[in-house]
Nanobody
Framework: QVQLVESGGGLVQAGGSLRLSCAAS????????VGWFRQAPGRERTLVAA????????YHADSVEGRFTISRDNARNTVYLQMNALRPEDTAVYYC??????????????????WGQGTQVTVSS
């Protein structure tokens, strides 16, 4: 099964930018939908963005629309989340996850069955 590793998190001031990366350290996910989720302390995990295998279907949550952009480079086996205009309320652990069914696309969390360990993003005011 594909193994996912996130990187790029850190501490940034409000208004700043970060780019998260999700790489497949074992296996390949070029045919999988990949999503970014986040979970803040005491809150439920929510879907932030998702991209299908070809990049032809993309979703961004309303809360990040216009500020965050998901993209992928299948040649590098990597999915990115570019985060601009960050706000303190974006502070959370960010997880990438994949749907390990070839060419399948869904926005339901239960359909994401391979998860990374998460990376912390902290936005100071």
């Amino acid at each position: 099964q594909v193994q996912l590793v996130e990187s790029g998190g850190g501490l940034v001031q409000a208004g700043g930018s970060l780019r998260l990366s999700c790489a497949a350290s074992a296996g390949t996910f070029s045919s999988y939908t990949v999503g970014w989720f986040r979970q803040a302390p005491g809150r439920e995990r929510t879907l932030v963005a998702a991209i299908n295998w070809s990049g032809s279907r993309i979703y961004h949550a309303d809360s990040v629309e216009g500020r965050f952009t998901i993209s992928r480079d299948n040649a590098r086996n990597t999915v990115y989340l570019q985060m601009n205009a960050l706000r303190p309320e974006d502070t959370a652990v960010y997880y990438c996850a994949a749907q390990t069914r070839d060419y399948y696309y869904s926005l339901f969390e239960s359909d994401f069955d391979s998860w990374g360990q998460g990376t912390q993003v902290t936005v100071s005011s």
